[in-house]
């Protein structure tokens, strides 16, 4: 039996954000934050959901401003910190509700990026999380034209809410057929990035490799080897230049972006869940 919640949250400039919870029967040993990526929301974690509720997690997960069921100009941002602060305030929510409670943060691709400079610039915050996991974290090249990157770049004094699709290849999140199918048909996605979210993602990502020596956080990573949306070498040179000990980075030969829906989504249930557990 998983029992499942849905609300909304005040965001630190009064957006009303959007968040779900899935909970076990009986007392959550620990939660497990989602932060999806770019055009995505946080329906799209089930596999996760059914599995660590087996096994007596809870789960919550939000949908970022411009994303899903919360408001805001679909893939736009005024500036990162906009994101960074609602993951603050979704992490406080969680405490609120769910004092005592062990709590661990998963970013995947652009929500890897939130979650990574989140805890670098609140080293005090992130104190009191477990761990954190970048599930295909977007920390280097993704896989969108020079063309649109330049673009962006250009238009984002002059018009910062210009939006263009951002031409990645829908194929490339997983090699399930049925995955890409119910993409295809799913209303909550999105493809647009503005021309401001551009510029201060890359400003932001350059920004976390810089201060990738800072990191304390049990982290792992995780990332197909075939990933096209955000190729895993970024994953791999931060984790380099990350000096704690408790980090573990795993490559999968042949998979893609959206490790939870891949091929081999369960050899990579297995192994969140191992980590998780070796670190409560």
């Not at 409670?101 to 610039?121: E, K, N």
């Not at 090249?141 to 699709?165: D, H, M």
């Not at 201060?200 to 792992?220: D, G, K, M, R, S």
Request: with cysteine; net charge negative.
């Amino acid at each position: 039996m998983i029992y499942h919640n849905e609300g909304v949250f005040k965001s630190v400039d009064g957006l009303e954000l959007y968040y779900q919870n899935w909970y076990p029967e009986g007392k959550a040993k620990a939660i497990l934050a989602i932060v999806h990526g770019l055009g995505g929301h946080s329906n799209k974690y089930g596999n996760i959901v059914n599995h660590l509720t087996a096994k007596q997690y809870a789960v919550y997960a939000l949908d970022l401003r411009g994303h899903g069921r919360s408001p805001g100009q679909r893939g736009h941002i005024n500036a990162w910190a906009e994101f960074r602060e609602d993951l603050g305030a979704f992490l406080e929510l969680i405490q609120h509700q769910q004092p005592q409670c062990p709590i661990f943060l998963l970013g995947h691709s652009l929500g890897a990026v939130v979650v990574c400079d989140y805890i670098l610039r609140h080293p005090k915050e992130a104190s009191t999380l477990q761990g954190a996991i970048a599930l295909a974290p977007a920390i280097g090249e993704v896989g969108v034209s020079k063309f649109r990157i330049f673009l962006g770049n250009l238009l984002s004094q002059v018009w910062p809410r210009f939006s263009l699709t951002t031409g990645l290849d829908l194929n490339a999140a997983s090699r399930d057929e049925k995955v890409i199918a119910a993409y295809t048909q799913d209303t909550l996605r999105h493809s647009l990035g503005s021309a401001r979210l551009a510029t201060e993602y890359f400003t932001t990502v350059a920004w976390i490799h810089a201060h990738a020596p800072e990191w304390q956080t049990p982290l792992l990573i995780l990332h197909g080897s075939a990933d096209r949306v955000a190729l895993p070498e970024g994953g791999e040179i931060f984790y380099q230049r990350v000096p704690c000990e408790d980090k573990l980075r795993i490559e999968y030969p042949g998979a893609y972006h959206d490790l939870q829906a891949d091929l081999n989504y369960q050899q990579v249930l297995a192994d969140l869940e191992n980590w998780l557990e070796n670190h409560l």
